[in-house]
């Protein structure tokens, strides 16, 4: 997976794919809102699990019941990259 960062056309493609993702600052950002505090925690593990396996990590914000996931790409200028799509789309298909 390219490290390079990716136009505003292919981040808007790729936003495209991904309902509830948005893009503002360099960062695909989603936010996940669950029945309870220990909800959002899980999910956060869940999150977090997955971005250890993937070696390119999510910054989460955990808000009582609300999760926010964020990804930048460090490796390429802290700009987005097709490593942050494929990320957000794992995230999604793992919380819905």
């Known amino acids: 997976m390219s490290d390079q ?27 996940w809102t669950f029945p309870g505090h220990l909800q959002a ?26 999760l926010r996931v964020s990804v930048t790409s460090h490796s390429a200028g802290d700009k987005v990259s ?3 799509t494929d990320l957000a789309r794992a995230v999604s298909d793992l919380l819905g």
Do not use: F, Q
């Not at 971005?51 to 019941?65: F, G, I, M």
């Open 5 to 31: 960062p990716l136009t505003e056309g292919e981040i808007d493609l790729a936003l495209s794919d991904l309902p509830g993702w948005s893009h503002a600052n360099d960062r695909l950002e989603r936010t």
């Open 41 to 66: 925690l899980a999910a956060a593990t869940g999150v977090g699990l997955l971005s250890e396996r993937r070696d390119h990590h999510a910054d989460l914000t955990v808000n009582y019941d609300k």
């Open 82 to 84: 097709a490593k942050d």
